[in-house]
């Protein structure tokens, strides 16, 4: 069998192919700018490349290489950043035009990680403004496009990040996870796409939405690369006040141990209304095939995870209200000429941010606003607690929970923009999960009968359970098959 092309094959492939001397990391490099160069004006991913900085970075890895002394197993593989962690002496926007001539003078802990481990930048890719949105379509300067599809929506905020590694653009990329956003991409895109525990990869450096939400995630084309790109960058950091106390874990270790014997709950509330027929069948299927993997599937219920998107939609505005304060012409975002600084400030806000942006930032000073409080901000964080304790009660039952990722397949750009409701409802399966804090992934469950399209199954873990979360994840994609198989590829 003819193997793949280098653009095709999973970064943990590459490495060992670098690591024997069958490539260099300049030819990797060099093949993945051609790559980028086909399908970029098909899907529209990149908001900045980063091409000669990228093959500097291979060239000197190549070096290392040749003397012995390569950083890590990764050192010379490409990596492409969503543009909310912000990088030194390259332009960060968060997808919003009030940071659009913003250069950082310092690295993101996730991006400083990743260098230290020898992977060139390369480039910095579209989102939703402010990781506000689930389908691209609310960047401030274009949206990017689906690889199975380009009529349709590569899922949001971390839209370019998947679109660009489902392409074969780059072997792997960094998301931010919300409610879904790292997640939601991923199944809609055919990729893996995983959400750690809260705290376990630092924040610092990435710029803030909902702070008690947000936490970055890798996408990658196997559960492989993303056990390894996240066990890069996890791991406590002193200038995140938020990240726990514990070691990077080396997720790779016993990857492969299987499942055989695991409990598996299947959510009884989301037992198939509101789920597109097709996207139902396949994750039905999956359920199967877990079971002939060994595990025990029994239903689980979890009542509270009918109220998570009103709950989540009131903590997250609510958070984001307040992050965004920030960007009001004096401390950043350009400055809009006024009569006095309180028009200054709204000039500089009604210019630089979207309708969503602005849309969650009303929502959120509305929850926070006196005699407001206690009806809206004060429930939904009660909410919150409901949904992590029957989480708490469902782990004294099961080691891991399915469910489907995404209720629908990709829908068309323009579908539902004009409906803020039916885009919210994208991340009912996902949303659950970031208030609780518990990790959680996608991995491709195959296509949909319906149209064709790629399906995700999500995987929930209990806290700091990463390593059952992604071995449950490599066996069923081993027995699947569909990293390695063209029907795991787009045709573009």
Request: proline content about 7%.
């Amino acid at each position: 069998m003819t193997p793949p092309a280098l653009h095709w094959r999973p970064a943990t492939e590459l490495a060992a192919g670098l690591d024997a001397g069958d490539l260099t990391s300049v030819e990797l490099t060099e093949a993945i700018i051609r790559r980028c160069d086909d399908v970029e004006p098909h899907i529209a991913a990149f908001l900045q490349r980063t091409d000669e900085r990228a093959l500097t970075g291979a060239a000197a890895a190549d070096a290392r290489r040749a003397r012995g002394e390569a950083l890590t197993p990764w050192d010379g593989i490409p990596v492409a950043y969503k543009d909310i962690f912000v990088t030194r002496d390259v332009p960060t926007t968060a997808g919003s035009r009030i940071l659009e001539r913003w250069v950082p003078p310092y690295d993101a802990t996730v991006v400083e990680r990743c260098s230290a481990a020898g992977m060139p930048l390369f480039g910095k890719t579209n989102l939703d403004q402010f990781a506000m949105g689930s389908s691209t379509e609310h960047s401030g300067f274009h949206p990017s496009r689906n690889p199975w599809d380009p009529a349709r929506v590569p899922g949001g905020s971390s839209g370019g990040s998947a679109a660009l590694v489902a392409a074969g653009a780059v072997p792997w990329a960094w998301g931010t996870d919300t409610g879904g956003s790292v997640r939601q991409p991923a199944a809609l895109c055919g990729i893996v796409g995983a959400k750690p525990t809260y705290g376990l990869v630092s924040r610092y450096g990435m710029v803030a939405f909902a702070s008690s939400l947000d936490q970055a995630g890798p996408l990658t084309r196997s559960v492989e690369d993303a056990a390894a790109l996240l066990s890069t960058a996890a791991g406590h950091d002193p200038r995140d006040s938020t990240s726990i106390r514990d070691g990077a874990p080396n997720l790779l270790e016993g990857l492969g141990e299987g499942i055989a014997g695991k409990r598996i709950g299947v959510v009884e509330e989301f037992g198939g209304e509101g789920s597109q027929p097709g996207v139902r069948a396949r994750v039905d299927d999956a359920y199967g095939r877990l079971e002939r993997l060994g595990a025990v599937l029994e239903e689980v219920s979890l009542p509270s995870f009918e109220h998570a998107i009103p709950a989540y939609y009131l903590i997250a505005p609510a958070e984001a209200s307040s992050n965004l304060a920030r960007y009001d012409g004096v401390r950043y975002g350009p400055r809009r000429v006024a009569t006095d600084i309180v028009a200054m400030n709204s000039k500089t806000r009604a210019d630089g941010f979207g309708a969503e942006v602005k849309r969650r930032i009303m929502i959120g000073t509305y929850a926070l606003s006196a005699g407001y409080y206690d009806a809206y901000y004060g429930k939904a964080q009660k909410v919150r607690t409901l949904i992590v304790e029957d989480l708490k009660r469902a782990f004294q039952r099961v080691d891991l929970i399915v469910c489907p990722t995404s209720p629908t397949t990709a829908f068309k750009l323009g579908e539902r923009t004009a409906d803020p409701l039916s885009m919210y409802l994208s991340d009912v399966y996902t949303v659950p999960v970031n208030l609780a804090g518990v990790p959680a992934m996608s991995v491709p469950c195959g296509t949909s009968p319906d149209d064709g399209l790629p399906v995700g199954l999500q995987i929930i873990a209990p806290v700091l359970d990463e390593r059952s979360m992604f071995q449950a994840a490599y066996a069923f994609e081993q027995d699947l098959g569909w990293a390695e198989s063209d029907e795991g590829r787009p045709n573009l």
